[in-house]
């Protein structure tokens, strides 16, 4: 049975003399699937991804705060202890997330209403949700 190519099927592979061979996962990148929309991938993901919404403390729950910060600022020059959750607002979307830090405080901003870490920590007081130290346990 005679083919159409058969002139051309016996023949030597052709290797270009001006051009270098092509390796293989080049000549795969040539039929990949072209991305029109570029970005909307990690837009999709960005949308997905999700956040916490802000709790809302009640009075009781801001005065005790606010008499665990006095107890702290009465103990500062022994660096207390202390453990803080606190609320990150999300700098790419509504909401944020719940943060729990460690570390001894350096010192309570009144002004510029911060709690300042020793190791350099900055943690907003209006964002506080609750804090722990063995300061507030009973012996």
């Known amino acids: 049975m005679s083919g159409k190519y058969d002139d051309i099927l016996n023949l030597p592979h052709h290797v270009s003399a001006s051009r ?6 080049d000549r795969a990148a040539q039929f990949a699937p072209f991305a029109a929309l570029t ?3 990690a837009a ?3 949308t997905a991804r ?5 709790l809302e403390l009640d009075e009781c729950e801001k005065e005790a705060l606010n008499d665990k910060l006095r107890v702290i600022d009465e103990h500062l020059e022994n660096a207390p202890e202390v453990t803080v959750t606190y609320f990150r607002p999300d700098g790419r979307k ?3 997330a719940y943060v729990t830090v460690s570390g001894a405080v350096r010192k309570i901003d009144g002004y510029a209403r911060v709690v300042v870490l020793a190791d350099g920590g900055r943690i907003p007081i209006d964002e506080i949700a609750g804090i722990d130290s063995d300061l507030f346990r009973k012996p």
């Open 20 to 25: 270098p061979h092509m390796p293989a996962a």
């Open 39 to 41: 970005g909307y991938d």
């Open 44 to 46: 999709v993901r960005e």
């Open 50 to 54: 999700q956040t916490d919404a802000r």
């Open 94 to 96: 509504a909401g944020g």
